[in-house]
């Protein structure tokens, strides 16, 4: 009886390199096609997002890169800003421009009933997620259930909108909006409610996502601009020049607490240990943390009992 073989490890394949690459997403062009179009780029091993953008909007899309993929939960919490165009007069099945409408009206709301109606949209809201979105439903994705023809129950939820301002209606049938928002928030369903809310239904017709929290509008980088560097022959030449727009991992942590230790603290978190915290100003209670040395990103972790306990290490 033969033996079984051995499983060898295989060496994954890309280089190990770490950061987040702020991407700003064209128009019709998917959130994964996108991450994988920048992991084969940047010949990385691993790759993920934070936060899907429809293929129907634009903007910023955070890319992380090797151990970055450790740092976007952070980066999914953060604050959204985002800019849309709602039409008026339509309610269609996705909310926006690729759906089947499904109601329709002749009333087109002013400027002021627009103006009167944005109390109502800020601060603590319920919302109900659109029918085509990720949201599981027993274990489906909604958009699967709806794509089947069937009518999706989803419950609402707790969404907070820091801000909403109307920033122009260049015709009756339109408006353009810009909202700051936190995690969840879905702007599709926003254009819905209001729709419904000012008698007249409505829809996205065009949106572009211009913050992500960190992270600025001025860290963006068109796709466009990333694909040119194909053309470069030499491979380390072509990486190098791509690697420039990478942002240090350390750059989705900023909203935590930040510890600088030296390199005996430093070998302690890389082995999983914990290091104590000394000095009358060190921090005692922190849910989450974070500690570098000489500049680079070492452990995620937990502050208790006048230590430093890490969760997350990187190389």
Known sequence: MSKPRKQQNRKPKGRPISGWLILDKPFDFGSTEAVSKIKWLFNAQKAGHAGTLDPLASGMLPIALGDATKTVPYVMDGRKIYEFAVTWGEERTTDDMEGEVLNTSSNRPDEQAIRDLLPNYTGTIMQIPPQFSAIKIGGERAYDIARGGEEVEIPAREVEI????????????????????????????????????????????????????????????????????????????????????????????????????????????????????????????????????????????????????????FG
């Open 162 to 313: 820091h801000r909403i301002t109307l920033i122009a209606c260049p015709d009756e049938n339109t408006a353009h909006f810009e909202v700051e928002c936190g995690k969840g928030t879905y702007v599709r369903a926003l254009a819905r409610d209001m729709g419904r809310d000012l008698g007249c239904y409505g829809f996205i017709s065009q949106l572009r996502r211009s913050m992500v929290a960190p992270f600025s509008e001025d860290a963006m980088v068109p796709l466009a601009k990333l694909v040119e560097f194909e053309a470069i022959e030499d491979r380390d030449e072509r990486l190098a020049a791509l690697d420039a727009y990478l942002i240090d991992t350390s750059e989705a942590l900023s909203s935590l607490p930040h510890l600088i230790i030296n390199d005996d603290q430093a070998h302690r978190l890389k082995m999983g240990n914990p290091i104590l915290l000394r000095g009358r100003d060190a921090p005692t209670q922190e849910s989450d943390a974070y500690a570098t040395a000489r500049g680079r990103l070492i452990a995620i972790g937990e502050i208790a009992e006048g230590e430093f306990r890490p969760k997350r290490v």
